[in-house]
């Protein structure tokens, strides 16, 4: 059995969060500053010369990439044979607690979604989504995410009947009737399968798994370049004005599903698609 | 791209000439308000009471900022996405607010407010939120303290990189802009089957 400090997770929380929050991923930064070029709009082109410029000075200056900092989400996998001294999701919140006031970071979580909305001033709680698995390790990602794009996402729970072409139908028109609304150019994170929470917990993994990435299944590797092709010909663009570069992946996870149903959840992250992992 | 150079406040003469697709730089002040501002502000109206701010000719930016860190004026300010406040904006409009600065669709309601009484949406890029606080010279709370990120804030802007999403006539960007890739791309398809 190893012993993992309660703090170490806290401390790899705090760095986890700031280094997420200020520094955008290499592949995204990367299919922004290709889409510069390759952009048959000059306008979206400025766009998204404009976004590669905010990136660059938000990383030398160490300030957040976007002011949503969003709601923190994790993804942990805990080694079984890990021992944890201290409450595991205390020093979550602590971390987030501490790197969100450091990091000048801004706090975006109410106490209750309907009645009071009173901010909860140090933006937890935080969403964590944890699996036991093999090991003594422990494997940390944590994913913010802004409002602006959650806010366009769904799912919905179709009868296997709908097969391929029920699921291609449904991404697009998710992402042409968000349009302009979560920033585009943005990441698509699709989940097929498993039951209704499922899904939607697949499709937030997948916003993370970063641009130029495949599904490990050719079939479904394919589905997500015949998507992409789709969805950027739809012209919506860079922030909706117009243009070749409206998503720069769409990412699809699967899993085991009912003998009744096909669920289909699709996440859409904005072009700010943030992500750090750590394993302690 | 070459921007026009705009001085706020937005009179009606200043918010005529601007169409759908320019470029602009927007200089002077601009105050801040999301949701919770945004319902304050319409339950005042609706008690017949005056509000905190004159929005006559004035400008709105949909904004949440970030905090200052140490040497900065403002934290990251990008904006938030507009239709959340398009219950509230046809009563603001017809007050005489002038502009609005957000991202994204608003609703036929505000766009007919809009082009009732001269008034012309902005966009400023989603994302770009670092680049854009650097165009903040000056931030201040005027009211709603409580909400945090959230309260009315004034901010002197300076060279605000912005676009006219939909102007005074009803213009729009969000239509026109991808109808006028599609076209061309349906072009270069048609040259390519013939070719």
């Not at chain 2, 009606?12 to 470029?23: I, M, Q, S, T, Y």
């Not at chain 2, 009484?117 to 709370?141: C, M, N």
Request: hydrophobic share 40%; with cysteine; charged share 25%.
């Amino acid at each position: 059995m190893r012993e993992i400090q309660a703090s170490e997770i806290r401390e790899a929380v705090v760095r986890l969060i700031l280094e997420a929050s200020c520094r955008i991923g290499p592949d995204i930064e990367a299919a922004i500053r290709r889409g510069i070029d390759e952009e048959t709009s000059p306008a979206g082109s400025e766009v998204l010369r404009q976004i590669a410029e905010s990136y660059a000075i938000a990383r030398q200056e160490r300030i957040a990439i976007c002011q949503d900092t969003g709601m923190a989400v994790f993804f942990v996998e805990i080694g079984q044979d890990v021992h944890i001294n201290g409450g595991f999701e205390d020093a979550v919140n602590e971390g987030v607690r501490i790197a969100y006031r450091d990091g000048y970071l801004r706090k975006s979580v109410v106490n209750d979604p309907m009645f009071d909305r009173v901010n909860t001033g140090d933006n937890t709680p935080a969403v964590i989504h944890a699996r036991l698995v093999p090991g003594d390790r422990i494997r940390i990602l944590v994913t913010p995410k802004g409002f602006g794009s959650e806010n366009m996402s769904r799912i919905r729970m179709f009868p296997p009947a709908a097969g391929v072409e029920g699921m291609k139908k449904f991404v697009v028109e998710t992402v042409a009737e968000a349009g302009p609304n979560p920033c585009p150019p943005v990441i698509v994170g699709v989940g097929v399968g498993g039951t209704f929470e499922q899904a939607a917990i697949m499709a937030k993994r997948m916003t993370a798994r970063g641009v130029g990435s495949h599904n490990d299944d050719p079939r479904y590797a394919a589905l997500e370049d015949e998507l992409l092709g789709e969805i950027n010909r739809l012209g919506i663009g860079p922030a909706g004005i117009g243009g070749a570069t409206t998503a720069l992946a769409v990412n699809i996870g699967f899993c085991p599903t009912h003998i009744a149903g096909m669920p289909v959840a699709v996440n859409i992250c904005c072009h700010c698609a943030r992500h750090a992992e750590a394993t302690l | 791209m070459n921007a026009k150079r705009i001085k706020l406040p937005l009179t009606r003469e200043r918010a005529r000439v601007l169409k759908a697709g320019d470029a602009v730089l927007l200089t002077g002040v601009v105050y801040t308000a999301r949701d919770a501002a945004h319902k304050r502000l319409i339950r005042l109206l609706d008690e017949g009471k005056p509000l905190p701010i004159d929005v006559e000719d004035q400008v709105i930016y949909y904004v949440g900022p970030a905090p200052a860190s140490p040497g900065h004026a403002v934290g990251p300010a990008g904006p938030t996405t507009s239709y959340r406040m398009d219950p509230y904006t046809p009563r603001l409009i017809e007050l005489g607010l002038r502009g609005m600065i957000g991202k994204g669709l608003r609703s036929q309601a505000v766009i007919d407010a809009m082009k009732a009484h001269g008034a012309v949406y902005f966009g400023a890029v989603g994302g770009a939120a670092a680049l854009i606080a650097r165009s903040i010279r000056k931030s201040e709370v005027v009211c709603y303290e409580d909400l945090g990120s959230e309260a009315i804030h004034r901010f002197e802007i300076e060279d605000f990189p912005a676009l006219v999403l939909i102007d005074s006539e009803g213009g729009n960007l969000y239509e026109t802009g991808p109808a006028a890739f599609r076209e061309q791309a349906e072009e270069q398809t048609r040259k390519r089957e013939k070719g």
